[in-house]
């Protein structure tokens, strides 16, 4: 029996039957794909130039990959960046050159493009410059990380959306009519698999599939369902962008004062195994950076919390890291600190090594005492309001304001002092 024939008789997966067969199929993506999009307008133009598709998985970019190949009538060419190797490039490009000189283009598809070294990456450019192939190169990490400049220089970047829940029942409508009959799921049973895909249209069709091959005949409760389906890992890799992206989130939500949108990216970020040591370091650095003197136990708080995360561990030291979240998130805030350490450091390299004025040294010596080491210093505990108001800064250097205290929280008394002993600076010179 012939090989094509027992190929022919293997079951094709549903994922596969469902690919879609023109660009106009693909769900989720017309930002890239409608008449105003980026693709559509090089389509349109009949001009494809080298591109960068990142997005998430499941969301069609080896899809649209392909189909961009058969609209232009390119040779599809694809390569997987994890299984191939310098010897593999090699062989595609000569093969490339020849499909050239026969009148014939190359697309070029690199599925984890980011998988590839510099040096690899490096190696594509002179046939990318040249034109024998057309590289659409396919990633799921944030492009500025791992690509090089000068291969980026040389593709645009889509990015790709992750499919949002009306894409996903799209897709769900056509699981069902692939199928010839609806799945065993109401509403909410839905919506309870578009959460378990989470904007991943490859898994949702893995799930609709081992929905398909149950036996129940009502609808299956949302509560089974979490029995009988596997829930797809969220996406979050501690090390690359979605690290950076979460941190960020919850950093900004906290400044912003929104203590339940950072509660929210603080277990997202528990959720995809994040260290809550990472976290709550975090935290201490928000606690001096935006929250500072307008509320000085913000300090000591983020620290306690840390310290009983050491001593409790997960999960239960996780709930002191939560207590941190919501007090930073209630703080009344304010930059002032970080403001006026900046400009402190600012002001230290633009005046060198200016020394301090011989009031305010010390003259442990006989010689620096007659050279004036000293002299003319009042102490300010001996002079009537306890504040002598002398000058402080280099001889030669103006005074500067670095520290601005906000009218919030404990700051709004330390701007009582400040002013109060510049009017007496003031009554004193």
């Known amino acids: 029996m012939p090989a094509e024939l027992f190929a022919s008789l293997a079951p094709t997966p549903l994922a596969e039957r469902l690919r879609p067969k023109t660009l106009g199929e693909i769900l989720g993506q017309?930002?890239?794909?409608?008449?105003?999009?980026?693709?559509g307008r090089m389509l349109a133009n009949r001009k494809l130039g080298s591109l960068i598709l990142w997005g998430p998985p499941g969301c069609g970019k080896t899809t649209i990959a392909r189909l961009l190949a058969e609209h232009t009538d390119l040779h599809f060419e694809p390569l997987s960046a994890v299984f191939s190797g310098v010897a593999d490039l090699r062989r595609i490009f000569e093969a490339a050159r020849q499909r050239r000189r026969d009148g014939k283009g190359t697309l070029l598809f690199v599925d984890e493009i980011h998988r590839f070294n510099r040096a690899q990456q490096d190696g594509f450019l002179p046939?990318?410059?040249?034109?024998?192939?057309?590289?659409?190169?396919?990633?799921?990490?944030?492009?500025?990380?791992?690509?090089?400049?000068?291969?980026?220089?040389?593709?645009?970047?889509l990015v790709l959306r992750r499919l949002d829940d009306a894409a996903l029942g799209?897709?769900?409508?056509?699981?069902?009519?692939?199928?010839?009959?609806?799945?065993?799921?109401?509403?909410?049973?839905?919506?309870?698999?578009?959460?378990?895909?989470?904007?991943?249209?490859r898994y949702l069709i893995g799930l609709a599939e081992q929905l398909a091959q149950l036996k129940d005949k009502g609808p299956v409760p949302p509560a089974r369902l979490a029995t009988l389906l596997q829930k797809r890992a969220p996406l979050y890799d501690k090390a690359q962008e979605g690290h950076y992206n979460l941190i960020s989130a919850l950093h900004k939500s906290l400044r912003g004062s929104d203590v339940d949108a950072a509660l929210y990216w603080f277990a997202r970020m528990l959720d995809g195994g994040e260290d809550p040591k990472y976290i709550a370091r975090r935290l201490v650095r928000f606690a001096v950076e935006d929250v500072g003197m307008a509320d000085p136990q913000a300090l000591p708080q983020t620290l306690a919390a840390w310290d009983t995360y050491d001593r409790l561990g997960s999960p239960e030291g996780e709930l002191a890291i939560a207590q941190a979240v919501i007090y930073l998130g209630t703080a009344p805030k304010s930059n002032a600190a970080y403001t006026a350490f900046s400009g402190a450091k600012r002001a230290a390299k633009e005046h060198g090594s200016l020394m301090p004025p011989m009031h305010i040294l010390n003259a442990p010596t006989r010689l620096m005492k007659e050279i004036g080491y000293g002299k003319g210093y009042e102490y300010d505990h001996d002079t009537e309001d306890g504040f002598s108001g002398q000058n402080y800064f280099p001889d030669r250097m103006a005074r500067?304001?670095?520290?601005?205290?906000?009218?919030?929280?404990?700051?709004?008394?330390?701007?009582?002092?400040?002013?109060?002993?510049?009017?007496?600076?003031?009554?004193?010179?």
Not at 30 to 39: A, K, R, V
Not at 172 to 201: C, H, K
């Open 30 to 39: 017309d930002h890239l794909l409608g008449p105003e999009g980026p693709i």
């Open 127 to 157: 046939y990318v410059e040249d034109g024998t192939v057309t590289l659409v190169g396919a990633t799921t990490e944030n492009p500025s990380f791992e690509l090089n400049g000068a291969l980026l220089s040389r593709c645009q970047v």
């Open 170 to 201: 799209a897709l769900l409508a056509r699981v069902e009519q692939t199928l010839g009959r609806a799945l065993p799921i109401d509403e909410e049973g839905r919506q309870a698999l578009f959460a378990m895909a989470d904007g991943d249209g």
């Open 400 to 429: 500067e304001e670095f520290y601005r205290p906000v009218e919030r929280g404990f700051e709004r008394e330390i701007l009582k002092r400040l002013e109060y002993w510049k009017k007496l600076r003031a009554k004193k010179r």
